[in-house]
């Protein structure tokens, strides 16, 4: 058995979360090295910093005596937490648990070791220095062993969260403290702060606020006893709890909110009370992840990259989710990523419904869809980010809303979820037709490099010279075949959803648009001299022929035949085009603006589509290799598993099977991330979604049917346990060139690497 745990403990890692929208994930981080959680924290779009640090003092007379130093000697990760190993001096030595826990706790855990032969009377104390002018001074309170305060923060868009923190030294209380003061270093010093002067009489619970202005910085302060026996060991938690205010009375605003919660109200926000204090640090975290862990598939595979990564990615999913029930954010589901994009957001969201639904409980895949249609706008239109407290400038992106629900529905099948998003999809197919395409040709209009979240690339620059400006706003026009892609997508599935529903005559409205825009997209956007898709110029319904990544996205539909795939192997195959060390980059190498090294126009940018490899395209990619190998060309099967194999890979620091990462974005040549942008775990992709399909091969293809077909990807074994299906498990093994499936315990598939067998389940 897998124990993930213990399976992702590296040393170079220290993200820690718990799935609630609060997080330590901070992008540059200074103060690792030390005690707490000094470094930003991530409230979820906004940053709050600094939290807290800890010192040590010894005990005189009752009174603060010197601190202890703390050299921090080695340090371990796992999703859990974060292990810090210090000497204290004084012939101590500590560790130190740093944890995320449900409930907006921040624990820093420790265990000291006395290896002395006196007895030892310690203050172990938690602290903090907050600048004053972003604080309801009114706010602070004091008390044995506690401190508390609100604080404004501001996001990128210059909207306001209030949250109140306090600091807790709860073993043996004995102080807790807040004093203004004018600025000084804002670091985790302990000698910077007023304490060793205002504790060095004796401990007390004072608030001083007072002075010829207000501006500086406050200094806060808990203390708790701890008695250290000659030859022993003690344990003491120090504690800080993040609340936001404000967030109970946010509700639904989109026009049609009222009939998604018609049919899927939301959990109820769930209330925590302050952790068990225990002689195990750290266990309430390892056991919170546990039971997270345990709610996913197992996965056992002889390759150790796509083991690891698969467990990987489940901690990333649980690290940048969120709870339901908070905000705007009505239903549980997930973040892009951390720091500002540490919120749900369009483009992403189609990633997470594909992984998310392999979930036990369907909540969090439906949640993730639900946020953006309970909040649609009035014209149709769905916002680009669901911001926890406010929706300005939520920005748009075009994403794959009807594969997204069809995904979720073939694993969780539910009549009234697919009732409850069918009103605002059509709301928002409605809207895409009249202002996206109001030439009624059956492509889509993008107008904002921006919104197809690709930015930065020579596909925009074919139909306006000013198209790579740094504004939002409606610039350009052009006839995208992402877009357009995506809106035969969602008209397809809207007649699917319509069937299921058996509204008939909606259902022939929507096959009758999706052959429309099929049909236009084979007129217009394929080029056979060619053999490539590319987007169009709507002034002149030329093709622009820029060669890009998203000119392979027809393939992962039924859009195309045999007779395009040669287009594919010319162009996706080839070396001076798309097939790179590090395949594929979001822009052709031949291209003229094209850069590995995230340049654009001489200036290296955060976030390029003119060459970079990015995990967003691969995913979409390696469906289109998969799809034209499963249904035109069966010798493009090796090629598609070689393809996965080299994505998952690549999203390893060094080629190192123990290091997996997710970045925006890598170098195509190298395979580097983008380490310069300082943001990991980014879920902007779909990896165990392809994983399941392509190398267990294990694919829904209905309502209780499957095909288990995996692609010779080589490994030796894997087994894929508690895979769920239509309310089954399914298990999946592959043994050398030998595959079987169960589903729940009975064996309903057995066949070798190559040859599929399609199962149907009796209800």
């Known amino acids: 058995m897998v124990d993930p745990l213990r399976l992702l403990e590296r040393t170079d890692k220290y993200y820690l979360g718990s799935g609630t929208g609060l997080l330590f994930a901070p992008r540059f981080p200074c103060w690792l090295e030390w005690p707490g959680f000094w470094d930003e924290v991530d409230v979820y779009n906004y940053q709050l910093a600094p939290l807290f640090t800890v010192a040590f003092l010894k005990l005189v007379s009752n009174s603060a005596g010197p601190a202890l130093s703390l050299r921090q000697r080695e340090r371990r990760w796992s ?214 862990f345990d709610a996913i598939p197992a996965l056992a595979c002889s390759d150790p990259f796509i083991e690891r990564y698969w467990y990987y990615r489940w901690y990333g999913l649980r690290l940048c989710g969120h709870e339901g029930g908070i905000g705007n954010h009505l239903y549980p589901g997930c973040c892009e990523g951390t720091g500002y994009f540490h919120s749900p957001i369009t483009y992403s969201a189609q990633c997470h419904a594909r992984e998310l639904r392999w979930l036990r409980n369907p909540d969090r895949a439906r949640g993730v869809i ?85 930015e930065f690339m020579s596909r925009y620059m074919a139909v306006s010279s000013s198209a790579d400006s740094e504004s939002w706003g409606s610039l350009i026009r052009l006839k995208g075949i992402d877009a357009t892609v995506y809106a035969w997508s969602l008209q397809r599935s809207l007649a699917v959803i319509a069937g299921r529903l058996h509204d008939f005559g909606e259902a022939a409205r929507w096959i009758a648009a999706a052959d429309r825009t099929a049909d236009a997209i084979s007129r217009l956007m394929w080029d056979e001299d060619t053999g490539m898709f590319s987007d169009v110029d709507p002034e002149t319904l030329q093709r622009t022929g820029v060669k890009a990544a998203v000119c392979f996205y027809p393939y992962f539909t039924d859009l195309v035949t ?151 990807f080589g490994i030796d074994s894997l087994h894929l346990s508690r895979l769920p299906f239509c309310g089954r498990e399914v298990d999946l093994i592959i043994d050398g060139q030998r595959f079987t499936a169960s589903a729940d315990g009975t064996r309903c598939a057995d066949s070798t690497i190559g040859t599929p067998v399609e199962v149907r389940l009796e209800r």
């Open 370 to 454: 639900l946020n953006f249609l309970a909040h649609q706008k009035e014209s149709g239109q769905l916002h680009g980010r669901i911001y926890v407290n406010h929706l300005e400038r939520t920005d748009f992106y075009f994403a794959d809303w009807g594969e997204a629900v069809l995904a979720v529905d073939t694993v969780h099948p539910d009549l009234e979820f697919l009732r409850a998003v069918y009103k605002p999809l059509v709301h928002y197919a409605e809207w895409l037709d009249r202002e996206r395409d109001a030439g009624e040709t059956g492509l889509v209009d993008i107008v904002d490099h921006f919104e197809t979240g690709q």
């Open 562 to 712: 045999r007779e395009h795939v040669d287009g594919l192997r010319r162009h996706l195959l080839n070396s001076a085009e798309f097939w790179t060390a590090y395949p594929v980059p979001s822009t052709s190498a031949d291209d003229l603006l094209y850069s590995p090294d995230a340049e654009w126009k001489g200036k290296r940018h955060n976030c390029p589509w003119n060459g970079r490899v990015w995990p967003m395209a691969n995913s979409h990619v390696a469906e289109a290799l998969a799809s034209a190998a499963i249904a035109h060309d069966a010798s493009l099967r090796p090629i598609a598993a070689s393809f996965i194999r080299k994505f998952i890979y690549m999203m390893f620091h060094d080629g190192d099977s123990k290091r997996p990462n997710c970045y925006e974005h890598y170098n195509p040549d190298t395979g580097k991330a983008s380490l310069y942008r300082g943001f990991d775990d980014y879920q902007h992709s779909w990896v165990n979604d392809l994983i399941v399909k392509y190398v267990a091969g294990f694919r829904p293809t209905g309502v209780d049917t499957f095909v288990v077909d995996p692609l010779p």
């Open 79 to 292: 999703p859990a937490e974060l292990v810090s190993q210090y000497d204290l001096g004084q012939n101590l030595r500590a560790r130190e648990h740093r944890s995320v826990v449900p409930g907006g706790w921040f624990l820093s855990e420790w265990l000291i070791e006395n290896r002395g032969k006196e007895d030892l009377e310690l203050a172990a104390v938690i602290w903090s220095s907050q600048p004053a002018d972003e604080l309801d001074l009114s706010s602070v309170r004091a008390d044995a062993g506690s401190v508390s305060w609100c604080r404004r923060l501001v996001d990128r868009c210059g909207e306001c969260l209030e949250v109140e923190t306090s600091l807790e030294a709860p073993n043996v209380p004995i102080a807790g403290s807040a004093v203004l003061s004018e600025r000084s270093a804002l670091q985790p010093r302990w000698e910077f702060s007023p304490f060793p002067e205002k504790w060095r009489h004796g401990f007390g619970h004072q608030i001083q606020l007072s002075g010829i202005s207000s501006s500086g910085l406050l200094y806060t302060a808990a203390a708790s006893r701890l008695s250290v026996r000659a030859g022993g060991t003690s344990c003491v938690t120090l504690q800080a709890r993040v609340v936001p205010l404000g967030l109970d009375d946010l509700t639904a605003t989109g026009v049609l909110a009222e009939h998604v919660y018609a049919h899927s109200p939301p959990p109820a926000s769930r209330e925590f009370g302050c952790p068990e204090q225990a002689d195990d640090p750290g266990k309430a975290s390892r056991r919170a992840w546990r039971e997270a």
